[in-house]
């Protein structure tokens, strides 16, 4: 069974930084200098926006102003999505000719990586379903939505999984006002979304549900997760990116 580096590595007051270590991992993976890897983290009150989306068309910059909430571009592209800490993520970083995914197209990669999250949320009694090309859906609600890269002969890969977020706030936050917007077009599909705890009708942990996806992973990727920690040149690099890029109003609102 092939083993795989699992990171519980999460910065929640400092989005930016979280997002920094994303690439940094990213760029580790492209160097051939570290595993393949799955990384669970959160945010403790951010909007991530794609990284080709323009910030004024896709969110409500005076209310995230208001509320003090953070702004950050992250390096996939996708839709603008809401995180605080009822909302777990997950990375994946792994070589393109990795057996695993060698000869998929990006929608199989898509499906196979989201299948870790639907046996995970079969722990619950919960039956998730991919909804091409990049969501997971309950019924007609989504609650997982996600973005990759590719580059040098790496996918990297992440998304999120609404536990128990908060779903009002995130309404509010990705409603943009139309004096806002202007003439500039939106590019997040907006749809209905619902939280785990909304099917299970009751609280569950997030140490509860890193556990349950832990197990939906080992079972969808045949693999043994075993817990590990950023080398020192992740860290490295992930400090860097923080201070010239991540941390950069120039970067997070460029266009």
């Not at 990171?7 to 160097?31: R, S, T």
């Not at 999984?161 to 997040?188: C, F, I, W, Y």
């Not at 075993?226 to 990116?241: I, N, R, Y």
Request: include cysteine.
């Amino acid at each position: 069974m092939e083993e795989w580096r699992l990171l519980d590595v999460e910065i929640p007051a400092n989005a930016a930084m979280n997002l920094a270590i994303e690439e940094a991992i990213f760029l580790g993976k492209m160097k051939r200098t570290i595993p393949p890897t799955l990384r669970f983290w959160r945010n403790r009150c951010a909007v991530i926006i794609g990284y080709s989306q323009n910030v004024e068309a896709e969110i409500n910059l005076s209310l995230c102003e208001s509320k003090g909430i953070q702004i950050v571009r992250r390096f996939t592209g996708g839709g603008a999505v809401y995180h605080d800490l009822g909302n777990l993520n997950y990375s994946i970083a792994v070589e393109v000719d990795y057996p695993l995914v060698k000869g998929m197209d990006i929608i199989d990669t898509y499906r196979l990586f989201s299948s870790g999250i639907i046996e995970g949320l079969r722990e619950f009694g919960v039956n998730a379903v991919f909804d091409p090309p990049s969501d997971l859906i309950i019924g007609s609600r989504k609650i997982s939505g996600n973005a990759q890269s590719r580059k040098k002969g790496v996918i990297f890969h992440h998304g999120t999984l609404l536990v128990n977020a908060d779903l009002d706030l995130l309404t509010r936050l990705l409603d943009v006002p139309k004096e806002e917007q202007g003439h500039m077009k939106l590019t997040s599909k907006k749809r209905a979304v619902a939280n785990l705890e909304d099917e299970l009708g009751y609280h569950v942990g997030i140490d509860a549900v890193k556990e349950a996806l832990r197990l939906g992973f080992e079972r969808a990727f045949s693999a043994k997760l075993v817990p590990g920690a950023l080398v020192t040149e992740e860290q490295k690099t992930a400090e860097q990116l923080f201070v010239e890029k991540y941390s950069q109003r120039r970067w997070n609102f460029w266009r």
